[in-house]
C-alpha cells in the first residue's frame, strides 16, 4: 500500500500544479489574441507592446517570438511563430509523463499487493483449518488483499480522468495557435507586400491620392494599459 499512497500523492501534486496553470493561462486568453491582432491591423509597434506586456502567458509569448523582430521577412516571421508554439506547447505537457506513468503502474502495484497478501494469508492454511479460527484471519487477509487492487483503480482512475482533462486543454491550446497564428501571418503578409511594392515604386506611392499608408487609430498606453 506503501507505494500506492506515494503515486497517489504524485499524482495529486501534479494535478492541482496543472489546474492552477491551466487556469492561469485560459484567463484573458481570447482578450490577448483580439488586441494584438486589432492593433496589428493598423500598427505593428502597438501590436507588439500589447503582446510583450502579456508575455506572463504563453499566447503573450508566442505573437510576441515575431512582433520582437525588426521587419523579419515572411517567412522568418512564420518560422518564428512555429518556433515560439512548439516551445509553449511543449512546456504545456509537463507533468503529463508522471500521470501516464501514474495510470500504468498504479493498477499493477494494487494487484501485485492483492497477489502478495493472499500468499501471506494462504500460506500456512490446511484443509483441516477450515471453520477455525485460522480460516477466518486467512478471509480477513484475502479481503484486505483485495483493498489494494481497489486502490490502485481507484488511483489510476482519478488520474486518467485529470489527464484526459488536461489533454482537452492542449488541443484546445493547438486551435488557438494556430488560429491566431494564422491570422498574425497573413496580416504581416499584406503588410510586407504593401512594403515591397513602396519600396519597389516609391513616385506612384508619394504621388497616389487613393491609397494611404494605414495609421495608427489605437491609443497606445490605453491598449497596453487594457491588455494588462
Do not use: C
Not at 1 to 20: A, F, K, Q
Not at 35 to 52: G, N
Not at 73 to 95: D, I, N, Q
Not at 117 to 144: K, M, N, Y
Request: no cysteine.
Amino acid at each position: 500500500m506503501w507505494p500506492l499512497l506515494v503515486l497517489s500523492i504524485l499524482s495529486l501534486t501534479v494535478i492541482l500544479e496543472r489546474l492552477w496553470f491551466w487556469t492561469k493561462i485560459l484567463t484573458k486568453e481570447k482578450d490577448i489574441v483580439n488586441r494584438v491582432l486589432d492593433a496589428a491591423s493598423q500598427d505593428w509597434e502597438t501590436a507588439a507592446e500589447i503582446a510583450r506586456r502579456s508575455s506572463n502567458k504563453p499566447i503573450g509569448r508566442f505573437m510576441y517570438a515575431p512582433l520582437r523582430l525588426p521587419q523579419p521577412e515572411p517567412e522568418v516571421f512564420k518560422l518564428a511563430l512555429e518556433t515560439a508554439a512548439e516551445e509553449e506547447l511543449g512546456a504545456m505537457r509537463r507533468g503529463d509523463k508522471i500521470l501516464e506513468a501514474v495510470i500504468a503502474l498504479a493498477p499493477l502495484l494494487g494487484l501485485f499487493g492483492t497477489v502478495w497478501g493472499l500468499i501471506v494469508s494462504l500460506r500456512d492454511l490446511r484443509i483441516s483449518d477450515i471453520g477455525t479460527a485460522a480460516a477466518s484471519e486467512a478471509t480477513l487477509g484475502i479481503g484486505q488483499a483485495l483493498i489494494s487492487t481497489a486502490s490502485g483503480l481507484v488511483v489510476a482512475i482519478f488520474s486518467l480522468a485529470f489527464y484526459r482533462l488536461f489533454q482537452l486543454f492542449l488541443f484546445n491550446q493547438v486551435k488557438i495557435f494556430r488560429k491566431s497564428g494564422n491570422e498574425l501571418e497573413l496580416l504581416y503578409r499584406q503588410f510586407w507586400s504593401r512594403l515591397q511594392l513602396e519600396d519597389s515604386h516609391p513616385a506612384s506611392y508619394n504621388n497616389s491620392s487613393t491609397r494611404e499608408k494605414p495609421k495608427p487609430k489605437l491609443d497606445s498606453a490605453n491598449a497596453v494599459e487594457d491588455a494588462e
